[in-house]
């Protein structure tokens, strides 16, 4: 079949694999029929992500057919359409039972599990075409993929929804929502989201749903802040104003209540606490630069909340932990239990309340999928979101 | 430092989290002077411990979680002759005799005078008291040796020998919880190469 596969630091290339196979009882096999580009596949295009190895098959975001099933599934059936949730997880451990999916204790090889381990003292749960580190399973940029637990991940689609309407079940969409979930919105606050690429987004979608008075953005790119004013944000350029005082001012001098942080590890800017991770970060010192979080732990108002759904992996300098008790913060982070949330929302998509498809800018063949990494790193503008569709599918 | 002796310990944790492990404390023993390396684990397994119990009982199925057991030959009630992939293909082989067995409860074998590479394991099933199945803990105690068995045992038990001793246990976790254990190849010959 035919894939994207990593080949190092900005080379990723569309190449001819084995096909996946059925290897353990609960797996399936997917066709694919469309998968996306996603922002943390830029942290493995960047190569800031360690754990990668020449010829791994990326791409977390995917849906497809499904086409073959294992004797130990008793639930998916050949012909069906799913969307494949990025996190792989077994439903039987204690973590998967609290619906903390994204925690599951066994979808991580044992052999794989270490390393996350020993650097976060506890190993993490695996995902489609990521690092090693969290498993090494070839990714759905592809025309195929076999799907582990398939009987606990992925959900069917009911006829007749396009592609284009679910395919971010798989992952943004939930993870914009859980960042919202996680700020505990009461009636009247008001909800600043660092970062409008589509997980920022989706959380100020989902911070309106879910009861936020007012949702203030925060972005550079014109494209990006244009799409949160038309999903009901007030905007800010960070170009423009200094957003702390900016965010005091227009709270009357409260802050928001809760703050979203969905720009992660490589923010922009041109302060000197993240030049100096920049500069940390390129010759392999390898602190995470956090300048959007540090940011947003001195925005937050007293008392408040803090949600991280933006990727970090490391340690980080200067981390204002003063703010943070001083001003009585709560930190809710982490990768998205995406399984817990995906039947709520697919509900909300087929109700008409949840609409992803403005995010798409660019639908390109998987064959031109290095071209659509290059511009979707580059032109953050233009390229809001690249959907991928293998060839076979226009036949 | 002193070494602690056993009375003086004044943490709840097992003997394995101890800054310095003693064998005798997790009751093994290979040698009459308590001496080996212990290493050891515990797991919490969302399945009844009697099951678990009967799965590690029937010591014929230890290979299909212990990535270095090549296989296990059950002789009668009590005795075994297990075979360990040892380096550049070589095998590394010893009789084992159980030395404890509580009924889902707990495990103990030992290797007889003859091994060339004494060590012996325990094993013991408890139920959570927090509902959240069973807590599974193995202890398992070896004599370095030196020489070629010394890479034997390298082999065996990993570089790491706690590392190779916890992707086992990781193993026997994921296939009870899960029936089968996670592989991130693409199809079975790709599985095979691994």
Redesign the interface.
């Given at each position: 079949m035919r894939a994207l596969t990593w080949q190092g630091k900005h080379d990723v290339r569309v190449d001819t694999v084995?096909?996946?196979?059925i290897?353990?009882?609960?797996d399936a096999i997917i066709r694919i029929t469309s998968t996306a580009i996603c922002g943390s596949d830029l942290h493995l295009y960047d190569h800031t992500i360690p754990g990668m190895k020449h010829g791994d098959i990326l791409g977390h975001e995917f849906m497809g057919e499904v086409v073959e099933v294992g004797h130990?599934n008793k639930k998916l059936k050949v012909g069906q359409r799913v969307v494949v949730p990025f996190v792989?997880a077994?439903?039987?451990?204690?973590f998967c039972?609290k619906q903390q999916f994204a925690a599951c204790?066994?979808?991580?090889?044992?052999?794989?599990?270490?390393a996350s381990e020993m650097a976060y003292g506890y190993?993490m749960a695996?995902a489609f075409g990521y690092s090693?580190l969290t498993?090494?399973?070839?990714g759905g940029q592809a025309e195929f993929a076999?799907v582990?637990?398939s009987d606990v991940g992925p959900i069917v689609i009911p006829d007749g929804i396009d592609d284009d309407k679910v395919l971010f079940l798989s992952d943004i969409l939930p993870t914009g929502w859980m960042a919202a979930v996680n700020c505990d919105i009461e009636p009247g606050d008001v909800v600043a989201v660092w970062g409008c690429g589509p997980v920022g987004l989706f959380a100020i979608q989902s911070a309106l749903l879910l009861g936020a008075h007012r949702v203030i953005a925060i972005d550079h790119h014109p494209r990006r802040l244009a799409l949160a004013r038309a999903l009901g944000a007030e905007v800010l350029d960070f170009e423009e104003v200094k957003v702390r005082e900016a965010l005091a001012e227009m709270t009357g001098g409260i802050g928001p209540d809760a703050c979203i942080d969905a720009v992660g590890m490589e923010s922009h800017g041109m302060t000197p606490d993240n030049m100096l991770d920049h500069v940390k970060v390129a010759t392999f010192m390898a602190t995470d630069r956090v300048h959007a979080l540090r940011q947003v732990i001195l925005a937050t108002r007293k008392g408040g909340r803090i949600s991280i759904p933006g990727v970090y992996g490391g340690i980080a300098d200067k981390f204002p932990i003063g703010a943070l008790m001083e001003k009585g913060l709560q930190i809710k982070s982490g990768q998205t239990h995406v399984q817990k949330f995906m039947p709520e929302l697919l509900d909300l998509i087929l109700d008409g309340k949840i609409d992803t498809t403005f995010l798409i800018s660019h639908r390109l063949d998987l064959e031109d999928a290095a071209e659509g990494y290059k511009n979707f790193k580059e032109k953050q503008n233009e390229y809001t979101k690249v959907v991928l569709k293998p060839r076979f599918t226009r036949h | 430092m002193a070494k602690r002796s056993e009375t003086d310990i004044q943490s709840d944790a097992p003997p394995t989290a101890l800054k310095d492990p003693n064998p005798a404390a997790a009751g093994l023993s290979i040698d009459a002077d308590d001496s080996g390396d212990l290493i050891g684990r515990t797991v919490t397994i969302n399945v009844p411990r009697q099951a678990l119990y009967a799965f590690w009982r029937d010591f014929r199925n230890l290979p299909l979680f212990m990535e270095n057991i090549e296989s296990v030959q059950v002789y009668d009630e009590r005795r075994s002759h297990w075979i360990v992939k040892g380096p550049a293909d070589s095998t590394v082989e010893w009789d084992s005799v159980i030395v404890e067995d509580n009924p889902g409860e707990s495990i103990a074998w030992s290797t007889t005078d003859k091994a060339e590479v004494p060590n012996s394991g325990r094993i013991e099933f408890r139920d959570t008291s927090n509902g959240r199945g069973t807590q599974v803990t193995v202890n398992i105690v070896y004599d370095p040796p030196v020489g070629k068995l010394g890479k034997a045992m390298a082999k065996l038990f990993g570089r790491e020998p706690n590392i190779q001793a916890r992707q086992d246990l990781r193993r026997f976790k994921q296939l009870m919880e899960t029936g089968e254990i996670p592989t991130s190849a693409m199809n079975p010959s790709a599985l095979n190469e691994e």
């Open positions: 084995p096909d996946p196979q290897v353990n009882p609960r130990g792989i077994c439903g039987k451990c204690f039972q204790d066994n979808s991580n090889p044992a052999d794989k599990s270490d190993p695996a090693h498993g090494g399973y070839a076999r582990p637990y | -």
